[in-house]
Structures are given as structure tokens and as C-alpha cells.
Nanobody, 131 residues
Framework: QVRLVESGGGLVQPGGSLRLSCAAS????????IGWFRQLPGKEREGVSC????????YYADSVKGRFTISRDNGKNAVYLQMSSLKVEDTAGYFC????????????????????????WGQGTQVTVSS
């Protein structure tokens, strides 16, 4: 079965940290470029960070730059999002998605592409930042 599974979400105080994981099963994640997205109820899904398939070049939305770090471990077939200095406004459902690198030009453009362009999506993990 081909799927992506996110984990690592939870409740954290402002200023705290979380590490999200995106694990793939049924396919090799290293072929794909990977994006992390977040979504609030009733809002559009926002590209938070993306990483390329080949050279680990990455992109971060301005709202998370300097606080979040995306990485991948092809040996574990997984991608991670390390989130630090969390703010209340980071509260959202977080999703990872995989896209065929043939569909993208740059990592930045990838994070801004319509979600329908992505081949695989996880079910999401909730991050709540609250005191």
C-alpha cells in the first residue's frame, strides 16, 4: 500500500519545539521532492517548507524561516520538519506531500504549487501551540 504517514504533532508551549516525521511506505521517497504544508480549518493549505529530491536544496516560507528545518533520511525513507521557537500562530494541521521532481522547476516554486499537483499526501498531524 502506497502512503505517507505523519507523526510527531502535539501540544507545546510557545517557544517550545517539535519534530514532525513523514514516513513513506510502498514507494521510495528518495525519488520525490517533499513538501510540508499546514492548514487551519476553513483555510487554504499553506506551503511551509520544501526539499528537493537530489541535492537537499530547501525552501522556507517567511513565517517559519530561521525557526523550522527540513531534512530527509533516504535510508529511513522519511522526511522531517524540526520546529523550534514555536508560536501560537504555528497552530495547524501539518501535512507532508510528495511530488514527482519532473513536475517542478525550483524548490520555492514547488511549495507554491497547487496541492492537486502532488502525487501523495499524508493524513496530517495536529500541532497546537498554547500556554
Amino acid at each position: 500500500q502506497v502512503r505517507l504517514v505523519e507523526s510527531g504533532g502535539g501540544l507545546v508551549q510557545p517557544g517550545g519545539s517539535l519534530r514532525l516525521s513523514c514516513a513513506a511506505s510502498g514507494f521510495a521517497l528518495d525519488y520525490y521532492a517533499i513538501g510540508w504544508f499546514r492548514q487551519l480549518p476553513g483555510k487554504e493549505r499553506e506551503g511551509v517548507s520544501c526539499i528537493s529530491d537530489r541535492d537537499d536544496s530547501s525552501y522556507y516560507a517567511d513565517s517559519v524561516k530561521g525557526r523550522f528545518t527540513i531534512s530527509r533520511d533516504n535510508g529511513k525513507n522519511a522526511v522531517y520538519l524540526q520546529m523550534s521557537s514555536l508560536k501560537v500562530e504555528d497552530t495547524a494541521g501539518y501535512f507532508c506531500a510528495a511530488i514527482d521532481p519532473a513536475e517542478i522547476t525550483t524548490v520555492q516554486a514547488m511549495c507554491l504549487m497547487p496541492i492537486t499537483k502532488y502525487d501523495y499526501w499524508g493524513q496530517g498531524t495536529q500541532v497546537t501551540v498554547s500556554s
